[in-house]
């Protein structure tokens, strides 16, 4: 099996900052992409961040230059630096990866469980 265990989530004041971490684990040949995605309340899921396992990343127009996505290949973990944030950052945030199994011949869509962040005063 492969598992997405993300955790670093919290409450924090506007202007503050955060770190979100994910690990996968598991039965596990490679990982392509890994990103990461956030749901606010009564709105849909919504793409936040992504990263190549070369190192491109891609980001949201709403988190540029305040977030950055980073990931650890040889700890098969991906991270979310989280500066400038403000009361509309407030959601739960999940981490995502295209994980390629041992004997399987294509990579599947993988998801954490969520960590909530809270932005308030």
């Known amino acids: 099996q492969v598992q997405l265990v993300g955790s670093g989530g919290g409450l924090v004041q506007p202007g503050g900052s955060l770190t979100l971490s994910c690990v996968a684990s598991?039965?596990?040949?490679?990982?392509?992409?890994m990103g990461w995605y956030r749901q606010a309340p009564g709105k849909q899921r919504e793409l936040v961040a992504t990263?190549?396992?070369?190192?491109?990343?891609m980001y949201a127009d709403s988190v540029k230059g305040r977030f950055t996505i980073s990931r650890d290949n040889a700890k098969r973990t991906v991270y979310l630096q989280m500066s400038s944030l403000a009361p509309e950052d407030t959601a739960v945030y999940y981490c995502?990866?295209?994980?390629?199994?041992?004997?399987?011949?294509?990579?599947?869509?993988?998801w954490g469980q969520g960590t909530q962040v809270t932005v308030s005063s």
């Open positions: 995502a990866a295209q994980i390629r199994r041992f004997g399987s011949m294509r990579s599947s869509d993988y």
């Open positions: 598991g039965s596990i040949l490679s990982i392509n992409a």
């Open positions: 990263i190549t396992s070369g190192g491109s990343t």
